[in-house]
């Protein structure tokens, strides 16, 4: 009696169950619906939004004020980007290994009424970068812009220097770089204020001959920025910002070489002030990704998409050619 009385109790449990394991199946099955519309919608919004920003860009906000340290301010890019952040207010750190490049870019933007500190730093010794943070953190406080202008090839050093030592390459290119953000992130997120900006060559998106040490180095300061990126966002983040940017070397011209290039009518070359202002350009409007020059960002991006065979076929067409005149 009791067995057929279990019987009948597991038979109604059953026929329960199954109805019920059907409607959290329909339940489960229409929030992935829901899911991807929702993903679906937002990506649509966010091609029409970056589409829309192409002829109404967002606006520049100001840096007046702001603390940008600059790391390797002697010469190039670094330097103007150090100039240029001084013109629009800042108080500007030059941070540099020589010290009289160093120092004349400081003398150069007090003369014109700028505010600028030197300090001398050889950044590929970690001990270095705890003193230079140490001191800066004591005398200055709060620093709200990082600049890492170290590793970014010249042209005459691309095709004349033997490559180097992969150690040597990810020191200066990217473990020292990784240091300085450990060292100033954290209070740009305990503040929720601050700039990351990370400057790589395109040597990371297209292999230079000779040189895989340093597109290795290049490539994986892109991953760092896009690391430091997703780790804003999924820590709800919204006041410190990451801009990478991608510069052609060939393209700044800092040495006066005069180079070849393939298709001169549309690279041609830029000074390292014009390439300052076009970074400073996208740091102000808070870009997450640009390229020097600007036009390029939507070849890189095609290289990621395309096929291999396709990609290999587009860089050889786009191949600088770079040769001594």
Known sequence: MESRVLDNILSLLLNFMFPLKMLLRAYSLCILLIDIAWVVVNAICAVFQSTYELFKPPPLKSVKLETALIIGTGRGVGRELAIQMANLGAIVICVDKNQTNNQDTVDFIKSKGGSAISYLCEITRKDNVDDLAAKIKKELGFVSMLFYCC????????????????????????????????????????????????????????????????????????GLAESLMEDLRMNKIDGVYVTLIHIYPFI???????????????????????????????????RAEASVPKRLLGLARLLRVLPRRATALLRDLLDTGVDFA
């Open 151 to 222: 590793g970014i090839p010249s042209p005459r050093s691309l095709l004349t220097k033997p490559p180097q030592d992969i150690h040597e390459t990810l020191d200066l290119t990217l473990t020292s770089y990784y240091w300085l953000i450990d060292q100033f992130m954290p209070v740009m997120k305990a503040k929720n204020h601050g700039h990351i900006v990370a400057l790589t060559s395109v040597a990371g998106l297209s292999y230079i001959k000779d040189q895989i040490p340093l597109s290795v180095a290049q490539f994986a300061v892109q």
């Open 252 to 286: 700044v011209n800092n040495d006066n070489t005069d180079l070849r290039l393939r298709i001169p009518s549309y690279f041609g070359t830029i000074t390292a002030s014009q390439a300052a202002e076009s970074i400073l350009d996208s740091v102000r409007r808070s």
